[in-house]
């Protein structure tokens, strides 16, 4: 698998590639497939990933979940949608799925091995712009962004993974240093900072990392040395290395957090030939997994769409 690095330093360089450790074989990934294959015409934006080696990707077009196995790239359609987008998606230790409902205003939760929906929150109630986009699962809540208000849906979870009732939805509106630029995409990709206190979510028009207080929705903009994340979209958190795809200029931006992350230090880019204006990204073992959404081409029935893992 060709993984390309862009540090800021030879000597960032020559730590990530481990240029004095001798050459050993990485077995790692052996039955993992480098790029898989989604339907034609899917649209796919959001991605999950279990325990085991399978993914869950969501349409754009009608709200299906495809299940991909990442060892053979095999997989089918196992959940039909309502009609309207999935987009970010997560799955809890259950094993369903938590699904951003885009402009619909909606969160869902879908159970993959029946294909029922389980639960539908609606978080918007007038007819004002909404995109409903990404979500993350902490211990005691699911929370949501919207990237057309100024914003996190807060959707209580039970202690025994039950789930809550659709009224018990608390709107947190963002403040502190969040600034909302009309008309454009804002809030989009959110993860837990490294020590599980706050969230972390991704202004995609301003280019900027906020740390938000989940108890009073301020935002502290997060210090990553200069460095910009315009266009950032889906995160990914493992320990304390944040992953931001930047989808537009088709790579991964890679971040070492502090623990409270209201620091990060910029480590490099992940990027790749087969990637073709991603959109979220899933760990799985080493990789990383990311959606092939091509905002940048016209979408037809036949359009071809994909996944590529990338080397961590």
Same mark, same amino acid.
């Given at each position: 698998?060709?993984?390309?690095?862009?540090?800021?330093?030879?000597?960032?360089?020559?730590?990530?590639?481990?240029?004095?450790?001798?050459?050993?074989? *990485?077995?790692?990934?052996?039955?993992?497939?480098?790029?898989? *294959?989604?339907?034609?015409?899917?649209?796919?934006?959001?991605?999950?990933?279990?325990?085991?080696?399978?993914?869950?990707? &969501?349409?754009?077009?009608?709200?299906?979940?495809?299940?991909?196995?990442?060892?053979?790239?095999?997989?089918?359609?196992?959940?039909?949608?309502?009609?309207?987008?999935?987009?970010?998606?997560?799955?809890?230790?259950?094993?369903?799925?938590?699904?951003? &409902?885009?402009?619909?205003?909606?969160?869902?939760?879908?159970?993959?091995?029946?294909? /029922?929906?389980?639960?539908?929150?609606?978080?918007?109630?007038?007819?004002?712009?909404?995109?409903?986009?990404?979500?993350?699962?902490?211990?005691?809540?699911?929370?949501?962004? *919207?990237?057309?208000?100024?914003?996190?849906?807060?959707?209580?979870?039970?202690?025994?993974?039950?789930?809550?009732?659709?009224?018990?939805?608390?709107?947190?509106?963002?403040?502190?240093?969040?600034?909302?630029?009309?008309?454009?995409?804002?809030?989009?990709? @959110?993860?837990?900072?490294?020590?599980?206190?706050?969230?972390?979510?991704?202004?995609? @028009?301003?280019?900027?990392?906020?740390?938000?207080?989940?108890?009073?929705?301020?935002?502290?903009?997060?210090?990553?040395?200069?460095?910009?994340?315009?266009?950032?979209?889906?995160?990914?958190?493992?320990?304390?290395?944040?992953?931001?795809?930047?989808?537009?200029?088709?790579?991964?931006?890679?971040?070492?957090?502090?623990?409270?992350?209201?620091?990060?230090?910029? /480590?490099?880019?992940?990027?790749?030939?087969?990637?073709?204006?991603?959109?979220?990204?899933?760990?799985?073992?080493?990789?990383?997994?990311?959606?092939?959404?091509?905002?940048?081409?016209?979408?037809?029935?036949?359009?071809?769409?994909?996944?590529?893992?990338?080397?961590?």
């Amino acid at each position: 698998m060709k993984r390309r690095l862009t540090a800021v330093a030879a000597g960032i360089l020559a730590l990530t590639f481990g240029a004095s450790a001798p050459a050993t074989a *990485d077995h790692r990934h052996d039955t993992l497939e480098d790029h898989i *294959d989604l339907p034609n015409g899917f649209q796919p934006e959001g991605i999950a990933v279990g325990r085991g080696p399978t993914a869950w990707v &969501g349409s754009l077009v009608d709200g299906d979940i495809y299940e991909a196995d990442l060892r053979t790239g095999e997989g089918e359609v196992v959940a039909e949608g309502p009609g309207t987008p999935s987009v970010g998606l997560k799955v809890d230790r259950g094993g369903r799925l938590w699904v951003a &409902g885009g402009p619909a205003g909606e969160g869902r939760v879908v159970d993959p091995r029946t294909g /029922k929906t389980l639960a539908t929150y609606d978080f918007v109630d007038d007819a004002a712009p909404t995109f409903v986009n990404d979500v993350v699962l902490t211990p005691r809540a699911a929370w949501f962004t *919207d990237s057309s208000r100024a914003a996190l849906y807060r959707v209580a979870r039970g202690h025994h993974g039950d789930l809550a009732d659709p009224a018990r939805v608390t709107v947190v509106p963002l403040g502190g240093d969040w600034v909302q630029v009309a008309g454009q995409f804002n809030a989009n990709g @959110i993860e837990q900072t490294p020590d599980g206190r706050a969230l972390l979510v991704v202004n995609t @028009i301003r280019g900027e990392l906020y740390r938000v207080d989940p108890r009073t929705g301020d935002a502290d903009r997060v210090d990553l040395g200069g460095t910009s994340v315009l266009n950032g979209d889906g995160l990914v958190l493992e320990g304390r290395t944040l992953y931001v795809v930047e989808g537009l200029d088709n790579r991964v931006a890679e971040f070492r957090l502090n623990r409270q992350g209201t620091e990060g230090r910029f /480590k490099g880019y992940l990027t790749d030939d087969d990637l073709d204006f991603p959109s979220t990204a899933a760990a799985f073992r080493g990789s990383l997994y990311l959606v092939n959404a091509r905002f940048s081409t016209t979408p037809t029935p036949d359009t071809a769409y994909w996944l590529t893992r990338l080397d961590r």
